[in-house]
């Protein structure tokens, strides 16, 4: 199942090894360290260069090599999250809060702040100013006035993600699809849909498909110079231990198209001077850096950043008591429930998920700690959280295991008493 994508990143770090993780700056022992940088001024009121996320500030990426750091517009509690610019119109990213998120835009005319109830992800702004993420299922819609609108997923979607404008009068957005014999909470199948601003109304892109056994889902979508859409397509097999595939396509002209297989685990960034920009996690810094690709396919490094990933190294608002970083590392073991693993630096657990938000993994930790009663550790779990135990925009929910437990028979039991979620619960040891 996705689970499997994290444990690709040893393979992907053995194969970039050579720009990621030697010859870098001293890294902090977790995460990238943070970079003094001085006010915002025009660059990103003008969208100048591709902004990323470093810590407490955003570093934009410009004219090759060149990196200015900048202290956020709005100075507020919480963590970072998804950034993105259009050139001269300006800069939109996510502050992950407590509770409800808040989405920043910055122009000209200063940053405009929308306080949301819920989750946000994946800002974008058009050439015109409107202002687009994903929330809930579906999208909202921010109008250069401040008014916000929400658009409703595409047809028999689950989930929209990664929103995108074609100009002033269309979106691009990925959307999560129901597959048969997989629980609605899983994210096996996505498939990219255009949103008419004019008709109100969405049609299909692509047509990728999914069963039971394979899954297949798209990641960071971006618009290339030439108008037309790549991005990263990850398939694999539920239940095969082997790492998934990932692959780089783009969409032109209606048609989707394999450009080439990746070597691992790394998402589009966006472009620069006629580079493509990719985010690959860097094991010596346990945090995310940039890539530069040139028309040759060589590869140099920029330095630390994220874009569309989500955070490694900053502990989650909504998790106070999860420690920061990767949780059990690259090294994350999962074992199937048949045996122990052994070692004392690893804690067993049984997951289950996957939960396409976090309303949903919350509304199942209730349910659960409700029926085990107090004396149980019952905690929510993302990616950054448990790398190898689930994958990248989902949620799940730990119920940890006593050392003296036989995880086998505490599987078998917890599937009794939870016939609902038996399908959707395992051993993983982090």
């Known amino acids: 199942m996705r689970r499997s994508i994290a444990l690709l990143l040893p ?10 993780g030697s010859g870098l700056a001293p890294a902090t022992p977790m995460g990238c360290p943070s970079e003094a940088g001085g006010p915002p001024g025009a660059v990103l009121a003008e969208g100048i260069g591709v902004p990323a996320i470093v810590r407490g500030s955003i570093v934009v990426v410009r004219a090759g090599d060149d990196r200015v750091t900048l202290p956020p517009p709005v100075k507020a509690a919480g963590v970072m999250r998804h950034v993105s610019s259009m050139e001269g119109v300006g800069t939109a990213y996510v502050l992950d809060r407590q509770g409800g998120d808040m989405v920043v835009a910055v122009s000209s005319s200063g940053p405009r702040v929308f306080a949301r109830a819920d989750e946000a992800r994946h800002p974008s702004l058009s050439p015109t100013g409107e202002l687009v993420w994903a929330e809930g299922d579906g999208l909202r819609l921010a109008a250069p006035d401040g008014s916000v609108t929400a658009i409703g997923g595409p047809p028999g979607s689950t989930m929209a993600s990664f929103p995108l404008f074609m100009g002033a009068s269309a979106i691009i957005t990925v959307a999560s699809e129901a597959v048969e014999g997989v629980p609605a909470e899983r994210d096996a199948l996505n498939n990219l849909w255009l949103y008419s601003l004019e008709e109100g109304s969405w049609s299909r892109l692509t047509d990728f498909t999914a069963d039971a056994e394979h899954w297949s889902v798209i990641r960071t979508p971006i618009v ?6 790549s991005f990263v397509r990850v398939a694999g097999t539920a239940s095969a231990t082997i790492p998934p595939s990932f692959e780089l396509w783009n969409l032109r002209d209606g048609i989707a198209s394999k450009v080439r297989d990746l070597p691992g685990e790394m998402y589009l960034a966006g472009a620069d001077q006629g580079d493509r920009l990719w985010n690959v996690y860097s094991k010596a810094d346990e945090d995310w850096r940039i890539l530069a690709e040139d028309d040759g396919g060589s590869l140099r490094d920029l330095g630390c950043g994220r874009v569309m990933v989500d955070p490694l190294a900053e502990p989650d608002p909504d998790v106070p008591e999860a420690r920061p970083g990767r949780g059990g590392g690259p090294s994350s073991a999962r074992t199937d429930g048949s045996s122990r693993t052994g070692a004392s630096l690893f804690s067993v657990y049984i997951i289950v998920g996957d939960f396409q938000t976090k309303a949903l993994a919350e509304g199942v930790l209730r349910a659960i700690r409700a029926d085990l009663g107090p004396g149980h550790e019952v905690r929510l779990v993302e990616h950054r959280r448990a790398p190898g135990a689930i994958a990248p925009g989902v949620w799940g929910v730990l119920v940890r295991l ?9 599987l078998e039991r917890f599937r009794e008493r939870f016939p609902a979620l038996a399908n959707a619960s395992w051993i993983v040891a982090i």
């Open 402 to 410: 006593e050392p003296e437990e036989d995880p086998a028979v505490a």
């Open 224 to 229: 290339e110079a030439d108008g037309s859409i």
């Open 11 to 20: 393979c992907s770090m053995a194969i970039l090894g050579t720009i990621v």
